[in-house]
């Protein structure tokens, strides 16, 4: 199985570097209430507003720190310490804390950047060094959001795409169980409310244009609630996996063209379904029979996406933190 290497920690790390800065071309999550609204994004977003986008801008960040710290003795190790004490500050915390309090921003980048700055957050903690800290005014109000809205979500959203609401809350109780409690609570009862009575899953994906799986996310993140009782839900949401059926969920999507943004999301799929698989495997445990089935369908899809993580930036701006995921899990 393909395991993060030193080599894989440069690549990443070097093109993300050059990217986290990079203002133009960026796509706004932004409602306009007037004209003073109308400023380039570093003015709306003192520390995220490279990497084409908000959220991946705050998960490329979380992706150089965890391999600086992964591989502290790289040289380019020294450069994202370096870029993180002059980021990664409490006057350029405020500026995004502040975006916050704007008219119509309660949605803004929900649920998946507020995953992602939470797991940037409990990065950040694991380094002697003040960034945590600094984030946490930020993670807290994320986390607030959290708390009020999985209440009032009746429906789970299922897509595979920024909406998927299971990918989220791994991502938000992996920071909670250390900090929060109660919302770890919110996230068990809500996951169990939408998804316990789930079955013979039929895995109509991938969409042209999603990053995740519906049916794998659901089940990592089960993997986390459920805990010694999620291969009996396994068993039953997934009865033929043993089979590799559905088919689907066993084949990594093929991209017809990495320069269109939509559908390079697809290499995206194959990463997250690597990280989803190799999750699901060790949850069962070896002796299970779908254990071996699901290391090699990551195995699988890992080979398909790895070697495009670089090549073009539709791609590049974000896939390095899938890829992450990929290799050394969450």
């Not at 109000?141 to 909406?163: D, N, S």
Request: glycine fraction near 4%; include cysteine.
């Amino acid at each position: 199985m393909t395991r993060l290497t030193p080599d894989h920690a440069t690549c990443f790390t070097t093109a993300t570097l050059a990217h986290l800065g990079r203002e133009y071309p960026f796509k706004m999550d932004l409602v306009l209430v007037g004209p003073e609204d109308a400023k380039p994004p570093r003015d709306h977003h003192p520390i995220f507003h490279g990497s084409f986008d908000w959220h991946s801008c705050v998960h490329g960040w979380w992706q150089i720190l965890r391999l600086a710290r992964r591989f502290p003795d790289l040289p380019i190790s020294t450069d994202i310490r370096a870029r993180a004490a002059a980021m990664l500050v409490p006057d350029k915390v405020a500026g995004e804390l502040a975006f916050l309090s704007r008219a119509y921003s309660a949605a803004f980048e929900r649920p998946y950047g507020w995953a992602w700055l939470l797991a940037l957050h409990a990065e950040a903690e694991q380094h002697d060094a003040p960034w945590a800290a600094a984030l946490e005014p930020l993670a807290l109000a994320f986390a607030a959001r959290f708390h009020a809205f999985l209440p009032k979500l009746t429906y789970p959203l299922r897509v595979g795409t920024h909406f998927n609401i299971a990918f989220a809350l791994l991502f938000a109780r992996h920071w909670a169980e250390d900090r929060d409690p109660t919302l770890v609570a919110l996230i068990d009862t809500r996951a169990q409310d939408w998804f316990a009575d789930d079955r013979d899953c039929q895995a109509w994906e991938p969409g042209g244009d999603e990053f995740l799986s519906s049916a794998l996310s659901e089940a990592h993140l089960m993997t986390a609630v459920l805990g010694t009782d999620f291969t009996r839900w396994f068993d039953a949401f997934l009865p033929r996996a043993a089979q590799k059926q559905p088919a689907t969920l066993f084949t990594p999507a093929t991209v017809s063209d990495r320069s269109d943004g939509k559908i390079a999301h697809l290499d995206g799929l194959n990463l997250s379904r690597a990280w989803n698989w190799r999750a699901i495997a060790s949850a069962l445990g070896p002796a299970h029979p779908v254990a071996q089935v699901a290391e090699t369908a990551a195995q699988r899809h890992l080979a398909a996406a790895l070697p495009h993580v670089t090549g073009d930036y539709m791609g590049e701006h974000w896939l390095a933190s899938f890829a992450l995921l990929a290799l050394d899990g969450l």
